[in-house]
């Protein structure tokens, strides 16, 4: 966190405004627009604190892979459906106890966890005997889109920006959540992990996803709220990487200690150079 001094007020002016993105980018960092807007804190010394994003250096960019669950899309839903729905659902339908559902269940998915089993509809409909694509309808109205999404994908594209949603979700997950949301039309390519056979984690999706879409890692960002994801992209060579600082709207923020994070693709907007000045 960076911190700069200005007067302790309780409401920021537009001078004061103008002098904190001054300040900000004599230093090369951008701030963001829901900083500014946010009740200003100072400590008490009056100095002013607030955290200043890295100005991303979008004239090195050409690509945008994008994850879909907990990074475009509010994690609320898979978590509820995970956490709630399934463990429910499974004791009405199989007529066990819910506690015992549940701990049966967690103990599964920690067992699995990262694999591409973990996100396969397919290997769970099997495992618990459940239809779990049907399932997930029964709760579609939590299927969220992230606020600003729109508006940055738009801006990306105004840009000359490839995007490219790579996800994880199995085919099924992601076509209900494209129906669900305006999503598609803004997205230059989707990349489903099943159809490459490695999920992200592994170091190795990444040279696969070449043979789909082409795409200079040096020249790439990758925004992710999958903190192993963001490892592997590392790993791999990706330059640009970007965390989420809350997939789940309903849950606390992560820790963002070892990657940048978006707090909102609002802040992102207006680092288009000339886009939204
Ligand atoms: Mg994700």
Request: net charge negative; hydrophobic share 40%; with cysteine.
């Amino acid at each position: 966190m960076i911190s700069l001094r200005v007067p302790l007020k309780t409401q920021v002016s537009k001078q004061d405004k103008a002098r904190v993105k001054k300040l900000s980018a004599a230093y090369g960092l951008y701030v963001s627009e829901t900083f500014l807007r946010e009740t200003p804190y100072c400590d008490e010394n009056g100095v002013f604190r607030g955290t200043l994003y890295p100005m991303l250096p979008w004239e090195d960019i050409d690509t945008v892979l994008l994850d879909m669950d907990g990074t475009l899309l509010d994690l609320h839903f898979d978590n509820h459906f995970w956490r709630e729905h399934i463990p429910r659902r499974y004791a009405e339908i199989h007529g066990v106890d819910l506690d015992d559902a549940r701990q049966d269940l967690y103990a599964r998915m920690t067992r699995i966890e990262g694999t591409m089993d973990w996100y396969c509809l397919d290997y769970w409909s099997r495992e618990l005997g459940l239809d779990v694509a049907v399932l997930k309808e029964e709760v579609d109205h939590l299927i969220a889109v992230h606020p600003f999404v729109p508006e940055f994908l738009d801006g990306l594209k105004a840009a000359g920006k490839r995007r490219v949603l790579v996800t994880n979700a199995h085919t099924r997950s992601l076509a209900l959540k494209m129906e669900r949301t305006d999503l598609a039309g803004r997205l230059d390519a989707v990349i489903c992990a099943h159809d490459l056979g490695l999920p992200k984690e592994d170091v190795g999706f990444w040279e696969r996803l070449q043979t789909r879409e082409p795409f200079d890692p040096a020249r790439s960002l990758l925004v992710d709220d999958n903190l192993d994801i963001l490892r592997s992209a590392r790993g791999y060579g990706i330059a640009h990487l970007l965390g989420v600082y809350q997939p789940d709207s309903q849950a606390a923020p992560r820790d963002g200690a070892e990657f940048e994070v978006v707090r909102s693709f609002c802040d992102l907007l207006p680092s288009f150079p000339g886009l939204f000045a």
